[in-house]
C-alpha cells in the first residue's frame, strides 16, 4: 500500500530535550515535505526537499531542522524545543513535478512543556 | 505568492442540506487549486483539483468546486450533506509548475453535520 508514516503519532516533551520525528514514504517521490498546523493558520510549510542531499526553507523553519540521505525518508529535527513549537505535524511527499497530488501522513501530535 | 482565503471558520450544515464552502485565492501564475479534508485525527485526503483542464471538478464523496478565474474564487459544494461529511476542509493554491509543490493552506473550515 502507498503511503506516508510517521513515528512517533504523540510525543510529549519538556522544553531544550532534542527530539526527532520521523516521515518514510514507500512511493519512490523525489518531493517530501514537512508542515505544521495550528488552529486558524491552516498549515505552513516547513522545510521542502526536492532529491536526495536537496533541501530548503518554506515559510517557517525557524527552530527546526532536516536531512534527507535517503529518497525515501525525511526526518524533522527539533534540537532544542521550545514551547511555541507545540503543534500538530503533517509529512508529505509527492511524485514528479507534473504530479499534482501530494500524500500526507497521518500527523504527529508534539507538546512541548 | 500564491494565498488562499476561505471564509467561514465554522460551518454548520442540517444533514440533506446543501454544503457551501468558500475558497478565493491569489496568485502571480495560473494556479492549481486544491480542497483537502481532514477527518478527527487523521492526516489529509485530497478531495478534488484543478489543474487548468474543466472549470468544474468533481471529486469524491460527492463534492465538486467550480473555478471562476473572474472571481479568483474555488468554491466547494456538496448538494447534500450527509453526516460522515463533519470533518475540516482546507482550501490550497500550487502556483503552477515551476512552484516546487508547495502548497499554500487556507486557514480552513470546520464543518459540522446536524440530524
Known amino acids: 500500500e502507498a503511503q506516508v508514516t510517521q513515528n512517533p503519532r504523540y510525543l510529549i516533551t519538556v522544553t531544550g530535550k532534542k527530539l526527532t520525528v520521523t516521515c518514510s514514504q514507500n512511493?519512490?517521490?523525489?518531493?517530501m515535505s514537512w508542515y505544521r498546523q495550528d488552529p486558524g493558520l491552516g498549515l505552513r510549510q516547513i522545510y521542502y526537499?526536492?532529491?536526495?542531499?536537496?533541501?530548503d526553507k518554506g515559510d517557517v523553519p525557524e527552530g527546526y531542522k532536516v536531512s534527507r540521505k535517503e529518497k525515501r525518508n525525511f526526518p524533522l529535527i527539533l534540537e532544542s524545543p521550545s514551547p511555541n513549537q507545540t503543534s500538530l505535524y503533517f509529512c508529505?511527499?509527492?511524485?514528479?513535478?507534473?504530479?499534482?497530488?501530494?500524500?500526507f501522513g497521518p500527523g504527529t501530535r508534539l507538546t512541548v512543556t | 505568492a500564491q494565498s488562499v482565503t476561505q471564509l467561514g471558520s465554522h460551518v454548520s450544515v442540517s444533514e440533506g442540506a446543501l454544503v457551501l464552502l468558500r475558497c478565493n485565492y491569489s496568485?502571480?501564475?495560473?494556479?492549481?487549486l486544491f480542497w483537502y479534508v481532514q477527518y478527527p485525527n487523521q492526516g489529509l485526503q485530497l478531495l478534488l483539483k484543478?489543474?487548468?483542464?474543466?472549470?468544474l471538478v468533481k471529486g469524491i464523496n460527492g463534492f465538486e468546486a467550480e473555478f471562476k478565474k473572474s472571481e479568483t474564487s474555488f468554491h466547494l459544494t456538496k448538494p447534500s450533506a450527509h453526516m460522515s461529511d463533519a470533518a475540516e476542509y482546507f482550501c490550497?493554491?500550487?502556483?503552477?509548475?515551476?512552484?516546487?509543490?508547495?502548497?499554500?493552506f487556507g486557514a480552513g473550515t470546520q464543518v459540522v453535520v446536524t440530524p
Open positions: 526537499s526536492m532529491n536526495v542531499e536537496v533541501t
Open positions: 508529505a511527499s509527492r511524485g514528479p513535478l507534473s504530479s499534482y497530488e501530494q500524500y
Open positions: 490550497a493554491v500550487r502556483g503552477g509548475a515551476d512552484s516546487w509543490g508547495k502548497l499554500q
Open positions: 512511493m519512490n517521490h523525489e518531493y
Open positions: 484543478y489543474t487548468s483542464a474543466a472549470t
Open positions: 496568485s502571480s501564475v495560473p494556479p492549481y
